[in-house]
């Protein structure tokens, strides 16, 4: 079973940067098409960046031109490179395969955009 652990979140002021990491283990990850999902108090988890296997990428509109998400798959890792921060990307940010079956969830990591 492929464990995910994310990291790199915190509290940020508008227009600042982070850059969050997914640690996978197991090596069915390299495979598989992952995602960033954020889910925001009392809203629904939703995607906001994809990255295929070879590297393909796409995001959601509402963080176009500001997140780039990348990966290695020789560390089994998926990065998200957050950039113009808002106060409306406060949320959890988890990691996950895009299609079913999803892997099991961690815990997220918590990014506040707030002066």
């Known amino acids: 079973q492929v464990q995910l652990v994310e990291s790199g979140g915190g509290l940020v002021q508008p227009g600042g940067s982070l850059r969050l990491s997914c640690a996978a283990s197991?090596?069915?990850?390299?495979?598989?098409?992952m995602g960033w999902y954020r889910q925001a108090p009392g809203k629904q988890r939703e995607l906001v960046a994809g990255i295929l296997s070879g590297g393909t990428t796409n995001y959601a509109d509402s963080v176009k031109g500001r997140f780039t998400v990348s990966r290695d798959n020789a560390k089994n890792m998926v990065y998200l490179q957050m950039n113009s921060l808002k106060p409306e990307d406060t949320a959890v940010y988890y990691c996950?395969?895009?299609?079913?079956?999803?892997?099991?969830w961690g815990r997220g990591t918590q990014v506040t955009v707030s002066s």
């Open positions: 996950n395969t895009v299609n079913y079956p999803h892997f099991s």
């Open positions: 197991g090596s069915i990850f390299s495979s598989r098409t």
